[in-house]
């Protein structure tokens, strides 16, 4: 997210948000992954658009919008963001694959970014950094101190992995069907410092936690918590990163949207002193686990109830928790219009699925992705 405008200090929590997504580079001739030196030099120097970022492998680019106050703010800055993104792409004639893996594609295909911070984490992080072919999607949602940060973070575990299975777009890996919606949620789990984080407390429990993670080598500094949902390093916000790539630019604007409502609502919770609610580490995995094997097409774990409940109703609970605050902010007709499209269509990753089982064509796959990614770009 880009910081010029930002005015969150002190202010309302959730009066801003901003939106990352990553995005795979392919070939307009094979839809392959596909270097874009130029396009990743460009962004590497700041030439590529004022919201064109590099990624650690070339065959990936980066957006950020600016800082947001309404939903039609994140759509047009979503758009103006996809639409550079192309055009750097369009250096090395490449196109934009806006899904949280590839098809049939993996990692060997990907050159790492020259350049210091990402030559540092494949020192740090070896194989884990160099195989890095996921793509996600991050929601930065602005609060006033890192206190209210924490506040929130530590009363976000229990609706994560409704969040998760509303995004799922990564169900293909190294030319496999996975069985997954978001295989993608695997594959993070490699790293020893993602997921969600036990409850912290307050600042200064978080502030312990990460010089504790410094000293182990995990993690240089705050910039490299790969946890789901993380106080930013840089920014006056707290960061949602646990989502994949929503390909059409509808889900990714249901979600910033969810997220902010989410945030707004916590806050309230810790502001009224209500507990954080206690969860084990253990159950918490499991609803994680569920939500990225199945997304909306099963059942999900609900980690506070310790049941399975059907997507679709668990769907409807986060909405029911949020329809007060949404309500307030004018967003609830949108978001609850952009929940019926998603739960009438489905997720990413079942219509890609969907269109592999149709066509029995990766290619066919690739395409739909890039087409539907495509879809309201100016």
Sequence with gaps: MRTDGLQ?????VGRTLGVEEEFHLVSPDTLELTP????????LAGEAGERVHPEIATTQLEIATGVCTTLEQVRAELVAARTEAAAA???????LLPASTHPWDSWHTMPVTPGERYEAMVDRWAGLARQQDICGCHVHVGVPDLDTAVAVLDRTRPYLP?????????????GVDTGYESWRTLWWTRFPHAGAPEPLGDADG?????????????VADGSHLYWDVRPSARLPTIEFRLADVCTTLDDTVLHAALVRSLVRVLAGRAQRGEPVPELRPEVLRAARWRAARSGLTGPLFDPLREELVDARTAVTGLLAELEEDLTTAGEWDE????????????TSAARQRSTWLRTGDRRAVAEWVVREGAAGRS
């Design 335 to 346: 978001v609850t219009a952009r929940v019926q499209d998603l739960l009438g269509r489905g």
């Design 89 to 95: 792409a369009e250096r090395d004639g490449l196109l």
């Design 206 to 218: 978080y502030r312990r936690v990460l010089s504790a993670l410094v000293a182990s080598g995990v």
């Design 162 to 174: 409704v969040l998760l299975a509303m995004t799922g777009s990564s169900p293909f890996h190294d």
């Design 8 to 12: 969150t200090e002190g202010g309302a």
């Design 36 to 43: 874009g030196p130029r396009a990743s030099a460009a962004a």
